[in-house]
């Protein structure tokens, strides 16, 4: 297991989301995996982004995609790093249940990314 840290800039996510005219807001991790350069992640949940603001919410999205590719489709990073983790988030992966990890990172936007769920 390794980790990809993004450094946060100047963005404010209402500047992110002003750039938006039809996309989805998705926060927070619900269970995943990774296989090779390739991911899988639920999100703890979503909502509609329409000409630059937060709309419905939705439920069951998941992203996936190309590890590689998905970073080179990030065309702004947040100045809102918020970090998680410890004792309380664990890796359950095979035989590495109960291994602590950590999670975060600033609001990202991501031009081009799978995104599958339903409304």
Do not use: W
Request: one cysteine or more; proline letters at 3%.
């Amino acid at each position: 297991m390794t980790n990809t840290y993004i450094e946060p800039r100047r963005s404010t996510l209402d500047e992110m989301l002003a750039g938006i005219e039809n996309g989805l807001y998705v926060a927070g991790m619900a269970g995943g995996t990774t296989d090779l350069d390739s991911f899988t992640f639920g999100a703890q949940y979503a909502r509609e982004i329409r000409k630059g603001r937060l709309g419905r919410m939705l439920r069951d999205v998941a992203l996936s995609g190309n590890v590689f590719e998905t970073m080179k489709s990030i065309d702004a990073i947040g100045n809102d790093l918020v970090m998680q983790g410890g004792l309380n988030s664990c890796c359950g992966k095979a035989d590495q249940l109960g291994l602590p990890v950590g999670m975060g990172g600033p609001h990202l936007r991501i031009r081009n990314v799978v995104v599958g769920g339903r409304a």
